[in-house]
Structures are given as structure tokens and as C-alpha cells.
């Protein structure tokens, strides 16, 4: 059984071989990338592709129960581990949020 420490050190492993962990990402998206666009560059090599998860379902976001306001916070704040993304203004949040919320 791996407790809670093991899991999110884990996690924090596996998110340092892929950008890091926590801290922020400096992805910026070039001006006009929509949702898509800017979930494919910034966010599927921890989410997978579709928000399908990328372990299993290890970080799936479609079907989320997070609103389009705390998605935007998580994409500008990061998580515990999940790095924040200063770069993503909060319109640009926005777009990747109502793509989400549309799996
Ligand atoms: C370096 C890997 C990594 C990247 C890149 C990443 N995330 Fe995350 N994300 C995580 C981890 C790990 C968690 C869960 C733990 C936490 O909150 O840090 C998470 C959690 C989330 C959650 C909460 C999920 C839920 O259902 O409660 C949302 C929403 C989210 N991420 C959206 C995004 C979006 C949108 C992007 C792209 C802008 C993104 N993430 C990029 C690692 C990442």
C-alpha cells in the first residue's frame, strides 16, 4: 500500500521528468491559439491528450467536477504540485476551461 507521502513524492517525480515540479511553467501561448491549441502545448504531457489522463486515469480532467472559475485558478495558481502558468493570461485560462468543460 503506498501512503499518501509515497503517492504525491510520486507524482512529484514524474512531474519533475516532464516540466518540473510546481514552481511555474513560462509556456506562453502565441496570440491567437484557441483552447485546443493551448491544452495540447501546456497541458497533455501531464493530462494526456483530450484530458484523458496520461498514468490510467492518473490527472484525467475530462468529466471534472471544477468549475471554469477554478480551472482558470488552477491554471494561473498551479496546484500542489501541478506548476502554476503566470504566462497564460486569464482570458487564454478561459478558453482552456470551456474546452474542458465540453469533453
Ligand atoms: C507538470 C505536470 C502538469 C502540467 C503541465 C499541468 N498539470 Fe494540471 N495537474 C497536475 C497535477 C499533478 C495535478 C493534481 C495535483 C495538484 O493539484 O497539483 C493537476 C491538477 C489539475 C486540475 C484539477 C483536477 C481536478 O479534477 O481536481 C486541473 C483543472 C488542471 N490540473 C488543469 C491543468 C491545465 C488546464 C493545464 C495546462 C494549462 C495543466 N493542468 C498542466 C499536473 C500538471
Known sequence: MMNKT?????ICLLGSMLTGCGGSNEFTPVSGMDGVDIYANACSSCHGENGSGKFGFLLKLAG????TDQIVGKI????????AFPN???QQAKLVADYLKSL
Open 6 to 10: 509515497t503517492y504525491v513524492a510520486g
Open 64 to 67: 471534472s467536477e471544477e468549475t
Open 76 to 83: 494561473r495558481n498551479g496546484g500542489h504540485i501541478m506548476p
Open 88 to 90: 497564460i493570461d486569464t
